[in-house]
């Protein structure tokens, strides 16, 4: 009897997109046996299931171990308002936050009309980006990335209202995620919307960017850091520790 190893992979509660990903291990062979269980450490986890497929030690192209991260960052952020460094690391979750005094802040900083219909179109462009950004997340977290990088780029010498389905269909198209399964995807990304905001006021913060830095042993909570010198930060950190 061959000997088995675990592969964990975090997919969102839906049953069409859960059964999307075992039906692609089936097919190629390496689904062995099947786990579930539900993770209920904060609300958001609630909305994830932890999927374990078992592989084979003699298949062949079998995947590496992957290596335990001694660091987990959960960055609340609000998108554009929080400028975004590039950066490529799979222990941070990102979580838009959309709030009307950040719309307000803003409207404000872009140099828009101080009117309720601005501020009503920016909090509505936020949410927009936001949802985009979530439902883009679905297909990796390397993608979610890349989108919010572009949109930073292409949103640089403009202002948010000018975000449409034209400039989220070209982001798409440059990071390679398809829009078929665009919209099914979208429902979930408005639950989750709804319950990263409800963590952001759990966890007691008032204002983005915030975060949630996670060991094995404590929970340290940081705001009003910058994504670029919260980078500098852990950096440090995993040097010295």
């Not at 298949?59 to 308002?81: A, D, G, S, V």
């Not at 460094?85 to 803003?106: C, G, M, R, S």
């Not at 975060?211 to 500098?232: F, P, W």
Request: aromatic residues 10%; charged residues 25%.
């Amino acid at each position: 009897m061959c000997s088995l190893e675990n592969k964990l992979v975090y997919c969102l509660s839906g049953q069409a997109f859960f059964d999307k990903i075992v039906k692609k291990e089936r097919s190629l062979g390496r689904v062995v046996g099947l786990h579930i269980e539900v993770k209920e450490i904060c609300e958001i986890d609630v909305f994830y299931k932890l999927l374990y497929i078992s592989f084979s030690k003699n298949m062949k192209n079998r995947p590496e171990p992957r290596k335990k991260t001694m660091l987990e960052t959960h960055y609340y952020f609000t998108p554009i308002l929080d400028h975004l460094e590039e950066f490529d690391h799979n222990d941070w979750h990102l979580y838009p936050i959309v709030t009307l005094p950040a719309a307000k802040q803003l409207r404000d900083e872009e140099d828009l009309p101080k009117t309720i219909s601005s501020l009503n179109a920016c909090y509505d462009r936020l949410q927009k980006v936001s949802l985009d950004y979530l439902t883009v997340n679905l297909y990796g977290r390397k993608q979610g990335r890349l989108f919010l990088l572009l949109l930073q780029d292409f949103l640089e010498e403009t202002t948010i209202l000018d975000y449409t389905a034209q400039i989220r269909q070209q982001i798409l198209q440059e990071i390679g995620v398809s829009t078929l399964n665009f919209l099914e995807y979208r429902s979930f990304a408005k639950k989750h919307l709804a319950l990263i905001l409800k963590d952001f006021r759990k966890n007691n913060f008032q204002t983005s960017p915030a975060s949630l830095i996670l060991t094995d042993k404590e929970c340290l909570r940081v705001e009003n850091c910058s994504h670029a010198l919260l980078q500098q930060y852990l950096e440090q950190i995993e040097k010295t520790a």
